[in-house]
């Protein structure tokens, strides 16, 4: 969805190796963020960087439409079950300073790391993550895994989606908690299982047919120019500087 | 079942990174001993590929509706290989739909990838004579249900013991309770669709279930 | 076909069998040489693509021997003079981009970055698709990802390529741009098909294969045109063998 932003922007043309490890560095830094005072700079620098990162609000918006359920969850918990001193009591529900607190902390991090992770993606290929973690030194049973993953979940996706059609077609339909809707799944997890396996085995022929594991994943060298390595210095500095802060 | 970022102290989803980079790097030293290591790579992406798809499927179960997790059969299907492509399927989540959490996702590896490694061995207890259909689809049913029950059970442990500093007492206990409870018809449902795909795929492709 | 040039692939005495089936090869000896366009053709089933997986070294034959260029295929080396193009197209395209997809043969042979982009250009010019490097490869074409799954086997500029149904699933106009490269694409070529027409297009000398046995190798002019034969084998002769009952009208 994300890849529709234009590579053009600065944080796009960055050197896929310091941004992975910048955006890391930065989402700890963010959930170690422990006191109210402290959210506005966290703010700040998301604006910072959402500049720098050319993405249009609108894409924004519409991914964070759907956020987790779950933290919504908590987030009540914490508002409404929180210990300390009364502050507000609406019906039977009591809002307390401390659940107050704990409630605006978690959505703040949940939310900024949440926003930071998509400026830091936008522009940035899956493959060149791929790429860049392998030039990280990442395992290459893992990056080969990766590729071959971001190449054929596609292929899969149609396969599926042509399954359901076939399943469809003569008359299955999934509903609700019944045999038949399981026995349905079942069948969808299991032919799709079996048709990726197939094609495994012959995307590995002509894998091996052209030297797959024969020299060791020589890959075009990844290039950074100082100034990306300068700045890749500074914000880990600023994410230091804000894990002090707490 | 997946932590999101901003609820684990640092220390937390820290450690979660350690202890998974820790549990990846036994599974792929165990796998480069093998006498071809690349030979079951495309295997492995293929079916995580499939089982990631799988795992998007939206199951109407009202009042709600369910995704499955299925790290089970995932275990059962892929030994080994289990851990890293469950990794591989949370970095591919967080990136593609910013669903997971970047922090978490060490915590989340051990909580989902743990318990198929544990499936994965589970299922070869059960299968250790035979494949035949009845103890196949027993193996499964047990390899499917334990997995996602363990699952759910690290989730709910690492929830509720770090929230449990902000809560109440009480609230503490029921949260706990409702999130296992929550989880149980997941555990039932996971069970029972493993058992059928294994069932089908030892009466196809059995060699598949050979581990 | 003078038996005074060297051979590039000999089979002798082939016998395959896959531990669960029957005899999928059995006894089969035959010799291409360079400059040779081999057309194999034969029902489903028949054994060509076992054939083709024994003699790339997949599985090592039961019985007999393989040799590519004087020396025998072992299973599991790499013998990049060899090249083989896949029926699935998507099979054949396992890398995300096309530029990628054709650099993973020369990679793999060792070449520098500066040779493997070297090869992948002049693959992908000499096939016709020098703007479709940066394209993901999942979001070509049929007839796209065709001939770049061929451009990925010449930038490994092998001796001889083998093609496996290289027509399936291409309209009418790809497999118009397919017979050229066919043509052309290595000095010697070997081609499965069900594409009678094009094998006698494309191919100076037909194989033809049931049940694990060559039944006739010859002219495909020869062989293709023996109703009887064809016939035999499940076969038809190709509508351009057969004289015009009718004339044409115009």
Not at chain 1, 18 to 35: H, M, T, W
Not at chain 1, 194 to 219: H, I, K, W
Not at chain 3, 55 to 73: C, H, S, W, Y
């Amino acid at each position: 969805m994300l890849r529709k932003v234009s590579g053009t922007s600065l944080l796009a043309r960055w050197d896929p190796r310091y941004k992975i490890a910048a955006l890391l560095a930065l989402a700890f830094s963010f959930s170690a963020v422990s006191r109210i005072q402290t959210i506005p700079y966290m703010l700040g620098l998301l604006v910072v960087f959402w500049l720098l990162s050319g993405v249009p609000l609108a894409i924004l918006g519409r991914r964070l439409r759907y956020p987790s359920l779950f933290i919504a969850l908590v987030i009540l918990m914490l508002l409404f079950a929180g210990r300390g001193d009364v502050l507000l009591t609406v019906g039977f529900l009591t809002i307390t300073d401390s659940g107050l607190n704990r409630a605006l902390l978690v959505a703040a991090r949940f939310y900024s790391i949440l926003i930071l992770a998509m400026l830091f993606f936008a522009g940035t290929p899956l493959l060149t993550t791929i790429r860049a973690l392998q030039a990280l030194g990442m395992p290459y049973i893992i990056t080969d895994m990766a590729l071959l993953m971001a190449r054929y979940v596609e292929v899969l996706h149609q396969d599926l989606r042509n399954l359901h059609r076939c399943m469809h077609l003569r008359g299955f339909r999934l509903r609700g908690w019944s045999l038949t809707s399981l026995q349905g799944v079942a069948l969808m997890v299991a032919n799709l299982l079996l048709r990726s396996f197939e094609q495994s085995q012959r995307v590995y022929l002509a894998m091996r047919l052209r030297g797959y594991g024969q020299a060791d994943g020589l890959t075009p060298p990844l290039t950074a120019t100082p100034a990306e390595g300068l700045f890749f210095v500074i914000v880990v500095g600023i994410a230091l500087g804000l894990g002090w802060l707490g | 079942m997946h932590v999101p970022d901003g609820i684990l102290p640092v220390s937390v989803t820290l450690s979660g990174y350690v202890v998974s980079a820790g549990i990846a790097w036994l599974c792929l030293h165990r796998i480069k001993q093998r006498h071809d290591p690349r030979e079951d790579i495309p295997r492995a992406a293929l079916l995580t590929a499939a089982f990631f798809l799988a795992s998007l499927i939206h199951i109407p179960a009202p009042p709600a509706s369910v995704h499955l997790v299925l790290n089970g059969l995932l275990g059962v299907l892929l030994g080994l290989f289990a851990f890293p492509a469950i990794l591989i399927g949370l970095c591919f989540q967080a990136i593609m739909f910013g669903h997971g959490g970047l922090t978490t996702l060490g915590i989340n590896g051990v909580i989902l990838g743990g318990p198929a490694l544990l499936a994965a061995f589970v299922f070869s207890l059960g299968r250790r004579h035979h494949i035949n259909g009845r103890k196949t689809a027993i193996a499964g049913f047990l390899a499917g249900s334990s997995a996602v029950a363990l699952s759910a059970l690290l989730f709910a442990l690492v929830i509720v013991t770090n929230l449990a500093t902000h809560l109440r007492a009480d609230t503490e206990q029921s949260a706990l309770l409702a999130l296992l409870l929550a989880h149980l018809p997941l555990v039932l449902l996971e069970g029972a669709v493993t058992a059928l795909v294994v069932t089908f795929i030892g009466r196809t492709r059995p060699h598949l279930l050979k581990g | 076909m003078t038996t005074t040039t060297p051979y590039v692939l000999q089979l002798s005495a082939l016998s395959f069998s896959y531990p669960d089936t029957g005899r999928v090869l059995n006894d089969i000896s035959m010799t291409i040489h360079a400059g040779e366009r081999v057309g194999l053709i034969g029902p489903n089933g028949a054994g060509k693509t076992t054939l083709f997986l024994v003699a790339a070294g997949f599985f090592a034959p039961t019985a007999g021997t393989v040799e590519l260029l004087g020396k025998p295929v072992v299973k599991g080396g790499f013998r990049p003079e060899l090249g083989l193009v896949f029926q699935r197209t998507d099979d054949q395209l396992f890398c995300a981009t096309v530029a990628e997809d054709v650099a993973f043969g020369p990679r793999n042979m060792g070449l520098s970055h500066e040779e493997v982009e070297r090869r992948t250009l002049a693959a992908l010019a000499a096939v016709g698709a020098e703007k479709l490097g940066e394209r993901s490869t999942h979001q070509l074409s049929e007839g796209e990802k065709r001939i770049v799954s061929i451009a990925g086997v010449l930038a490994m500029r092998p001796e001889m390529i083998i093609f496996d149904e290289p027509s399936a699933g291409l309209d009418i106009r790809c497999r118009r741009r397919l017979i050229p490269l066919l043509q052309e694409a290595a000095p010697t070529v070997l081609v499965a098909s069900h594409d009678l027409e094009l094998i006698l297009e494309v191919c100076t000398r037909v194989v033809l294969i049931d049940e694990g046995r060559i039944v006739a190798d010859g002219c495909p002019r020869k062989v293709m045109g023996d109703e009887a034969l064809m016939a035999a084998h499940g076969q038809e002769k190709p509508h351009s063998l057969v004289p015009h009952q009718l004339p044409h009208r115009h």
